[in-house]
């Protein structure tokens, strides 16, 4: 059963201030701006996350350095999961974080 337009936005929602949670908490020096549904964080030496929502195909897409993921939304495991490799963006963030910023930080609960 596919999302409806609703839940999808409250689940983006939440995802999104979950991780403006995780980032204010974390002693990293980013700026964070959320404006029309995306969610910019910006890492002091000039790299990027970005987290928009992609309504028609109810994912979540995110833009790094290393290029664009998509997730889609598994309600068996209530995560989001790349619509390639299966990952959760819990993983990938982790290794994205490390990658762009050289910090480890938990986003178990993503």
């Given at each position: 059963m596919s999302l409806t337009e609703a839940r999808f936005h409250d689940l983006v929602d939440s995802t999104?201030?979950?991780l403006?949670?995780?980032f204010d908490e974390s002693g990293l020096d980013v700026d964070l701006e959320n404006s029309a549904?995306?969610?910019t964080v910006k890492f002091e030496n000039g790299?990027?996350?970005i987290f928009s929502?992609?309504?028609?195909?109810?994912?979540?897409w995110l833009a790094a350095r290393?290029?664009?993921?998509?997730?889609?939304y598994d309600q068996a495991s209530g995560k989001w999961q790349c619509d390639k490799s299966e990952e959760l963006l819990g993983e990938m963030l982790e290794r994205l974080v490390w990658e762009q910023a050289g910090e480890k930080l938990d986003f178990d609960e993503i």
């Open positions: 999104q201030q979950a403006e949670d995780i549904g995306v969610l790299t990027q996350l929502r992609q309504e028609p195909l109810r994912q979540l290393s290029g664009g993921i998509h997730f889609e």
